[in-house]
């Protein structure tokens, strides 16, 4: 018979083959409970354990509602302070404490409401950023949600005045507080752009006169029957007569005012006028040629001028 | 020049891990390192992470020997949870089944937490969820010392492969840190 010759390398294998396969049971769950029970929400509250019915099982499948928009009381408390005792035992029965935070009914309290032991090391790093004066000390801070601004903010840091409806109000006034002041910062802020003014001031209303016919139309553009010519009296052109004796341009310039007025005269007295305005406007701007400057009465182009 | 330094702030924004005032369960890790699963008791590590955050040492002392009751060690399922709880008063919601990633998600966005099962056979704490990149953060308490993060599917994965089950403490969240700042006018 042939000995057993042990391998090393087997036995190290084995080992660790075995070292798996017991660290499930290290670290064990009951699966099978948990495929057992199927879609299960048990609501374990120290009441009514083991009477819950199957239809009040199935409503309380779903999570319970959204508590973000809740105050935070914290109440810092010390082991041997008589008055965080009595505060505990004041925010048991006072309505107006009760009215802020109810530590027996957190559903339906108004505010999250936490007593923390100072002495307590798991809750030491929560609070170092406190300066604690006394105990019990009183912490209200903003909601998760942040509509009342940053939640890590102190809005009241007390120690307990002894008088439980005076310390509800003081609570009561900071949270006001906190809320006026930030719906002001908000009124404060001005808008990126000056809105229209809803009211008009008479006052600060600039003159204003109706531009020329041919200013005034862009799209679509006048024809020329539509524009009437208006020439001012050419007072360079009468100056130069004066000064430096005779020159066509003057004359011509000077032609053209007195042409113009006399049909404007005769336009607004309703006689008969002696040419059309197309033929009117032609010689004019013949006159104008002679004259070396360019068209009076310039028709503006919408694909230009635009 | 320009756009490399832009692109390194960018890529170091979104490699950045979450900022540690996001986490619903915001432990330090010196706590934490406390909840080291010892023997097999990953659902009462699990519950206990989440009792120190939510202030409730009846939860947060089912490892040891206290005033709230004896330690509690060993493997658990949903009903010898509900045994404990009920026995130390803690107020558990003990959900099993389909609904469990809905808690989940409420119990991060209320600042609860919750203890999951999260991997084989095995219990770990959920301290964060990002509703907006759909990232979790969970705290094993087989290396505490550290917080894991998981995209939506890997999480589905881990979460998956426990069994869906989840315990949140029925009480408020914590506030958040308090800090002084002058925010009442002069």
Known sequence: ?306 | MKHAFLAAIVLAACCAPIGATDLAVDLPEDIRREFRNPDGSCVQCSIGMCGVNQNQPAAWTLLWDTEYGSAVRGGSGPSRVARYCQARNIRVYNVTGKTTFEWMRWACATGRGAAIGAGRRHFQTLVGHDPETNTWWVCNNNSPTKIDEYSDRSFRRLHLASGQWVVVLDYPPPPAMPVYRQWWPE
Request: with cysteine; hydrophobic share 40%.
């Open chain 1, 1 to 306: 018979m042939r000995s057993l010759k042990l391998n090393p390398i087997l036995l190290t294998t084995l080992a660790v083959l075995l070292a798996f396969s017991a660290f499930p049971l290290l670290a064990d769950i009951d699966e099978g409970e948990v495929l057992r029970l199927g879609d299960m929400v048990q609501h374990v509250d120290g009441r009514c354990y083991g009477q819950t019915s199957e239809d009040v099982a199935i409503e309380a499948l779903k999570p319970p509602a959204d508590d973000t928009h809740k105050w935070f009381i914290s109440v810092i408390t010390s082991p041997r302070c008589a008055g965080c005792l009595e505060l505990k035992k004041a925010w048991a029965t006072d309505p107006w404490l009760l009215a802020l935070a109810d530590p027996e009914d957190s559903k339906a309290s108004w505010a999250h409401f936490g007593i923390y032991d100072h002495t307590d090391k798991t809750q030491t790093e929560r609070w170092k950023n406190l300066k604690i004066t006394g105990y019990p000390t009183i912490v209200v801070q903003p909601p998760k949600n942040g509509d009342y601004g940053p939640p890590a903010d102190v809005v009241y840091q007390s120690v307990y005045c002894g008088d439980p409806q005076r310390q509800a109000a003081e609570i009561g006034e900071a949270i006001k507080l906190r809320a006026t002041s930030l719906a002001a910062g908000h009124s404060q802020r001005a808008p990126p752009w000056q809105p229209p003014s809803r009211e008009v001031d008479p006052q600060r209303l600039l003159p204003w006169d109706p531009p020329a016919e041919r200013d005034r139309r862009l799209i679509p553009p006048l024809v020329p029957d539509e524009v009437d010519i208006e020439v001012a009296f050419p007072w360079q052109a009468a100056l130069s007569l004066l000064a430096g004796g005779f020159s066509i341009t003057a004359i011509v310039a000077l032609a053209i005012w007195l042409l113009v007025t006399i049909r404007g005269w005769r336009k607004e007295s309703g006689q008969k006028l002696l040419l059309s305005d197309p033929v009117f406007n032609r010689l004019i701007k013949l006159l104008e040629r002679l004259d070396g400057q360019p068209d009076a009465p310039k028709t503006p182009d919408p694909k230009t001028d635009a």
